[in-house]
C-alpha cells in the first residue's frame, strides 16, 4: 500500500494573511484541495493522511467531502514544528499500515505535484527503500568569505549539490524507526530538519528520484501569484 501523508500543520505567517496558507481560496477552490487532488489522482496512492492545523480539520474534512477526495482516511493534529508534525502523522499510521508499506511525505502547500514525480518516487523507494525528489543547481554556488561577507574566494561546483524538496517516500518500518530513534536521542529534529536531513544525520543513505521546477512552495505572496500563473498557462503547441 501506498500512503500519502501530507504536512499541512503550519500557519504560515510569511504569506500575511488572515487564514493558514494551505486554506487560501484560489480560483474558488483551497490550495490544500489542488495538492489533495494530485495525490487523489494518481492510481499508486491508496490513502492519504493530513497533518492539519488545529482548528481547521473540520473544515478540512467538509472540503475534502466537496472535492470528492475520497482517498482521504486519516486526518491528524500538527506540532509546533515540521518535525513534529511529521512525527505525529507516522505515529498514527503505527498499526494502521504494514511494515513494508510506502509512505510519501509531502508538504501541503505544494500543490502542483506532477503525476510522473509521484510515479518516480513511489518506484525508487519500492527498489531501495527510500526516495527524496530532487533537481540538479543550474546556477553557479559561492562561498561567502568569513572575513568579508561581501566577498568570496569559493565555489561549490554545481555538478556535485541537487536540490531536494519533498514529496519524499520511505519505508513505513524504517519511518517509525527513525521517528522514534531521532525524537528519543534528539537527531535531527531541530531548526530547518525534515525527515531527508534527520535521515542522513542517522546514517541513512537517500537515494535520488525525479523533480519538477513546477512543484512549487507557495511560501509568500509572490509564490502565490506564480502558482496563479502556471493555473493559467496554455502551453504553446510547437514546444517539445
Known amino acids: 500500500m501506498n500512503i500519502g501523508l501530507i504536512i499541512a500543520g503550519g500557519s504560515g505567517n510569511r504569506m500575511g494573511q488572515d ?7 484560489v480560483y474558488d477552490k483551497p490550495v490544500i484541495i489542488y495538492t489533495l487532488e494530485g495525490f487523489q489522482r494518481h492510481p499508486q496512492i491508496d490513502a492519504i493522511e493530513v497533518v492539519c492545523i488545529d482548528g481547521w480539520h473540520e473544515v478540512l474534512w467538509a472540503y475534502a467531502h466537496q472535492f470528492n477526495i475520497t482517498k482521504l482516511k486519516w486526518v491528524v493534529g500538527g506540532g509546533n514544528t515540521g518535525q513534529e508534525s511529521i512525527r505525529n502523522g507516522v505515529f498514527n499510521l503505527e498499526g494502521k499500515v504494514g511494515d513494508g508499506d510506502i509512505v510519501i511525505i509531502h508538504d501541503g502547500i505544494r500543490p502542483l505535484v506532477d503525476e510522473s514525480v509521484l510515479t518516480d518516487v513511489i518506484m ?7 526516495a527524496v525528489t530532487s533537481l540538479p543547481y543550474n546556477e553557479q554556488i559561492f562561498v561567502v568569505n568569513s572575513e568579508d ?9 554545481r555538478e556535485t549539490l541537487r536540490r531536494v524538496s519533498t514529496p519524499q517516500a520511505y519505508n513505513f518500518d524504517k519511518l517509525a524507526w527513525a521517528y522514534h530513534e531521532a525524537f ?3 537527531i535531527g529534529i531541530y531548526g530547518s530538519a525534515y525527515t531527508n536531513t534527520m535521515m542522513v544525520e542517522l546514517g541513512e543513505t537517500l ?3 525525479a523533480g519538477s521546477d513546477k512543484n512549487i512552495k507557495l511560501t509568500t505572496k509572490d509564490d502565490l501569484e506564480m502558482f496563479k500563473g502556471y493555473l493559467k498557462k496554455d502551453k504553446d503547441n510547437w514546444l517539445k
Open 19 to 25: 487564514i493558514p496558507k494551505q486554506f487560501i481560496n
Open 149 to 157: 561577507e561581501t566577498t568570496t574566494k569559493q565555489y561549490i561546483p
Open 207 to 209: 537515494h535520488f528520484a
Open 184 to 186: 528519543e536521542k534528539g
Open 124 to 130: 525508487k523507494a519500492q527498489v531501495y527503500g527510500n
